[in-house]
């Protein structure tokens, strides 16, 4: 019942929207929605998306990141709040991204041999800090990566974490630990 209250708000509120939901037990969701369109010398346009941005958690908590039907894969990389691109120069010029996707073995080219899809305390399904990332994959690339992944958040109370995707950078979310 709280899933399909929650579910016709959202459709309600639409996409943007800058509520924040704090999840029953069983719904600390967030699902990774959009699409993305590009007419040479007209335009480029892409709504990738973490749906919701905003989540409001307990230290301890599980919370899960799936991605169900956008075409690409996508990162969930905790960085500092000063990192994160608030403008389409700083998503161009996304250093702190280079960084994470360097960490994780891709280069210009793609996955190289030194590929790691988790960094940091990902690679214990925890996300805690900076620098801790992971990749999440696409139905369109079966078996290459999960399609969902659940994460418990190991900050301490008091705590947010800001997260973004490194692949595409204006994709940006808070974990606020309470
Ligand atoms: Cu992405």
Redesign the pocket.
């Known amino acids: 019942m709280r899933r399909f209250v929650v579910l016709v708000l959202s459709a309600l509120l639409g996409a943007g929207s800058s509520i924040v939901l704090v999840g029953a037990d069983s719904d600390r969701t967030i699902t990774?929605r959009g699409d993305e369109r590009f007419v040479a010398n007209t335009i480029i346009q892409a709504t990738?998306r973490f749906s919701p941005g905003p989540l409001v958690v307990k230290s301890g908590d599980a919370v899960t990141w799936t991605n169900p039907a956008?075409p690409?894969?996508?990162?969930i990389s905790i960085v500092n709040q000063g990192d994160l691109p608030a403008s389409v120069e700083d998503v161009f010029m996304c250093s702190v991204c280079n960084d994470i996707l360097t960490a994780h073995g891709i280069g210009p080219g793609g996955p190289g041999p030194s590929f790691t899809p988790v960094l940091g305390n990902a690679a214990a399904h925890q996300l805690q800090a900076v620098g801790d990332s992971f990749l999440?994959g696409s139905s369109s690339m079966p078996g290459f990566l999960p399609t969902s992944v659940t994460e418990t958040i190991t900050a301490q109370s008091g705590s947010t974490l800001y997260y973004l995707?490194?692949?595409?950078?204006w994709?940006q979310g808070t974990i606020s630990v309470n």
């Open positions: 990774i990738f956008t690409e894969p996508h990162s999440i995707c490194a692949i595409h950078p994709m």
